[in-house]
Each structure stands twice: as C-alpha cells, then as structure tokens.
C-alpha cells in the first residue's frame, strides 16, 4: 500500500542554518505530494503541495520537488529562522485521505 | 474566509463514556475527512464524507462512527470509550468535487479537538 517514510528528528539547527528535512514515497501511480506544518498546540497548516513529477512547491521559503526516479520529495529552506520550530509533516495523497509521515520535529535556536 | 472549526477544543471523559466531536468546514468545501493523531500512532486517516456520503473508512473499530448533515458540517462518535482513545482529532475539509490524489483537491485542516479518557 501507499506509505511515507520520513527522517527521525529532532533536528536542531542554528538560525540561518540551511535546512533539509528527507521524505520518501512508496506509492501506486503519482500521487499528489504535500508538506504540513504543526506548530504547538494547533492543527496542520499546509505547507506546499506538488501535483506531478519534477513539480516544485514552494512558499514562505520552503520548497520541495516532486522527484519520480528516487520516489523523494525533500523539504529544504535556504535559511531557517526561530519561528520555524515546529513538526514537519510529509503526505502523499491516496483516494480522498491523506497518509502522513511520522513527522520530523524540527528546533532552531537563535 | 473562515477556516475549519472544530468544537469543542479540549474534553475529557472517562472509560465507558461515549462522545460526540463537531467540525465546520470552509464555506464551499463539501468534503469532510477525520483524523487521529497520536504519539504512538502518528496520524491516521478515520473517514471521509461528500454530500452526507461516507466516501472511504479508515481501519478503526465501530465504535468510531461519523456523519455528514446537509449543511456539510460533520460530526463523529466514539461510543464506549478506551483509553487508548486519548488523542487529538482532526478535521479537515476540501472542496471535495475533484480527485485528491491527482491534485485537484487539497485539504485544509482544523485546530482539533484534544480528548483525554481517564
């Protein structure tokens, strides 16, 4: 079945640091892609999404692309900031439902 | 636009109870789906709903239930409560017209309702 793979946090980084956060995608076909955002205490909020091979998504900084050939889609940010201490969450979409990561927490430090 | 609410924020009960979680979702959206998020489990996908239509189910006992009203507003049920119960559950809607996983739908989440079984 479809499944999604992503690294073991926490990371920790020092402001300005660049960032990667690893996901990778076991699926049927090509399915939508996405990165979800959860700060403490709240829901998710949608990060970016890509609809198709070599799509890249992006905002706020962030971006990733949609990578076929090694079944990736690696969130990266050039330079991290405090406020973007949160859980990550890598998710493929399957019929109407998303299957989520386990999530990578990620801690930046002034 | 208003985003996803979901009513009420926390609860808590006690083994044997049962409970009723509400969700609204973003004017226009039809599409209402549910997810469990645990610490041991990660999130995981409860059910979906489309014009007051179960449309995909999740793999959870049926003491989960949920349904749709006209209005697209959801609400699920968890009878006879468990411990293990104890989670944060999430809503999330969507337009719901087009295909999810072929990109033409996103979905948008709300803040979840936190429930403790004591």
């Known amino acids: 079945g479809n499944s999604v793979t992503q690294m073991e946090g926490p990371v920790t980084l020092s402001e300005e640091a660049f960032l990667t956060i690893n996901c990778t995608y076991t699926?049927?076909?090509?399915?939508?892609l996405f990165w979800y955002v959860q700060y403490p205490g709240e829901g998710l909020q949608l990060l970016l999404k890509?609809?198709?091979?070599?799509d890249k998504g992006s905002n706020k900084g962030f971006e990733a692309t949609y990578r076929k050939e090694t079944t990736s889609f690696h969130l990266e940010k050039g330079s991290v900031q405090v406020s973007d201490s949160a859980v990550y969450f890598c998710?493929?979409?399957?019929?109407?439902?998303?299957?989520f990561g386990t999530g990578t927490r990620l801690l930046v430090s002034p | 636009k208003a985003g996803v609410t979901q009513t009420p924020r926390y609860l808590i009960k006690t083994r044997g109870q049962q409970v009723t979680l509400s969700c609204s979702p973003i004017?226009?959206?039809?599409?209402v789906s549910w997810y469990q998020q645990t610490p041991g489990q990660g999130l995981q996908f409860l059910f979906e709903?489309?014009?007051?239509?179960?449309?995909n189910k999740g793999n959870f006992p049926g003491r989960f239930s949920g349904r749709q009203f006209s209005n697209s507003r959801s609400e699920m049920n968890v009878s006879t409560l468990e411990l293990g119960d104890s989670a944060l559950y999430l809503c999330?809607?969507?337009?719901?017209?087009?295909?999810?996983?072929?990109?033409?739908?996103?979905?948008?989440f709300g803040p979840g309702t936190r429930l403790t079984v004591l």
């Open positions: 890509a609809t198709k091979a070599d």
């Open positions: 998710a493929l979409a399957g019929f109407q439902k998303l299957v």
């Open positions: 709903y489309f014009s007051e239509t179960q449309r």
């Open positions: 999330a809607s969507s337009l719901g017209g087009a295909d999810l996983a072929g990109g033409g739908d996103t979905q948008y």
């Open positions: 699926a049927t076909g090509y399915p939508s």
């Open positions: 004017s226009g959206h039809r599409s």
